[in-house]
């Protein structure tokens, strides 16, 4: 999740809500996706090895890379392909924002940010790459042969990265360093091929497989470090420290620095949740709905597998973002008077864990799957927590009301809930059908099966696909399965796709 216009449209909403709660205790069908069927062993995940130097000065990370990949599908390969994303920082002209997000991203004026590769090897021995694809962001790897079906092979890339004065995903503020989306990821290969999309200003553009990953990272000692996976080991040598992580197996690999991290942890089952909060600005409320919201979704989605997970407050202007084990949340919510606007964005990051970070989907041409269930997640997190009456106000006076008000603006042209990023024009209508038409798609089918049917195929779903990607097929056969009903028409007719 990505907010900006939506984020700063829905404050006053936020706030109206807030006050309400206190007083009651707080065409043509395209053919949908099918899943690639291409897997020959899916277990065995693709190895990162990552050491890395965050150098202050120069706000550049030095790193060297070595990825193992192991051909698990059907075919051979005579190129490899990565993403790196940090290329689309380089040019004001490519930059992932809408034109009336540039004052906030950009406080001090465009600053910009890149990856340089500085050269790949195979064996020690240095194999042709190249840079292309929309803003420099996809990385060609030629091996020295092809990559027969079963076989595995170890890359050595050098790469270097600058970060951005940003205040976004991957970038810096006052107070905190975002290092996300910062080295070179493996494209996903599905029966569409290499998955090469650009990165889009609306949404969350990516699209990637399970990994296990092994990060070395050396900071100066005064910084905090928040982190995707465990630290297993921390040195101090001067005035830098070194950190060794290791994850679980995770989609993606993140981490946020510090000098005014407050840092406050709680065990939950065997999760250890730990609030970042910039000098202890309501760290108490984030850690308490942190815990809350690991709990609800723990019992209602199935038990979140990890042995830790962070929730940190950036310097990051658009809301809220999730990376496996860790959320970003905004500093801008931490200083809001009133603690509904937090706890909603920390309820719903932490709610990605699930859909998105463990039971994956393509976010560039399926934006919907894990978005509205994602949003709907947050809806049964304040039924959970507060009640039916809390859950049904908030999905009338927000989640509603925002999508009747896009119509206002724009009429509906019958697309439905099921397309594609580079369908939408701008992030107010994405937001309006992803988020909020997709929450009340999922809510009409909770209506449909009937409650315990419903949380059935939730708990099936999740159980099913973690550690995968699923697709929207694959949603609706599982809920089909669980319902006494014909949901046919119902997916077709939301979502404008046709089922077979």
Known sequence: MRLSRRFKSLVIVFGILFLTLCFQFYVEYP????????????????????????????????????????NNFDSS??????????????????????????????????????????????????????????????????????????????????FEVKLPNVLARMGYGDNTVNITNWYPILAVYDQQGWNLDPYYAIGDPFYSEVAEYEVTIDIPSEYILATTGNIESKKEKDTITTYKIKTEGVRDFGMILSKDFDVKGVKVEDTTIQSYTIKGEKKEVALKV?????????????????????????????????????????????????????????????AHQWWYGIVGNNEVTEPWLDEALTEYSTLLYFEEKYGTHIKQQIQEKMIKAQYENFL??????????????????????????????????????RQEMGDEAFRKAIKEYYSEYKFKNATTENFYMILQKNSQKDLKSTFEEWLNVKIE
Not at 97 to 123: A, H, T
Not at 127 to 140: A, F, N, P, Q, S
Not at 315 to 329: A, D, R
């Open 31 to 70: 053919p949908i996706q099918r899943a690639s069927g291409i897997w020959i062993n899916e277990e065995q995940y693709n190895l990162y090895k990552i050491q890395t130097v965050f150098d202050e000065g120069s706000m550049t990370l030095k790193s060297n890379q070595t990825i193992t990949f192991k």
């Open 408 to 445: 206002d603006l724009k009429a509906d042209r019958g697309e439905g809930i099921m397309r594609s990023l580079a369908e939408f024009d701008n992030s107010l209508e994405y937001s309006s059908i992803v988020y909020s038409r997709g929450a009340l798609f999922i809510d009409h089918l």
């Open 290 to 350: 942190a815990v809350d919201s690991l709990e609800v979704f723990n019992r209602i989605f199935g038990k979140y597998p990890y042995k830790q997970l962070s929730v940190v407050a950036c310097n990051f202007s658009l809301g809220g973002m999730e990376y496996p084990n860790l959320v970003m949340i905004g500093d801008g919510l931490y200083t809001m008077e009133e603690d509904f606007p937090l706890e909603y964005v920390i309820a719903h990051e932490i």
């Open 77 to 158: 390969f005579e190129n490899v392909y990565f993403h790196i994303y940090p290329n689309i920082f380089k040019k004001k002209n490519n930059v992932p924002f809408e034109e009336g997000d540039m004052e906030f991203v950009y406080p001090n004026g465009f600053n910009p940010g890149w990856i340089k590769i500085n050269n790949v090897k195979e064996n020690n021995k240095l194999i042709y790459h190249k840079v292309m694809g929309d803003g420099e962001t996809v990385l060609r790897v030629t091996p020295q042969k092809a990559i027969e079906i079963g076989e595995e092979r170890t890359f050595e890339i050098n």
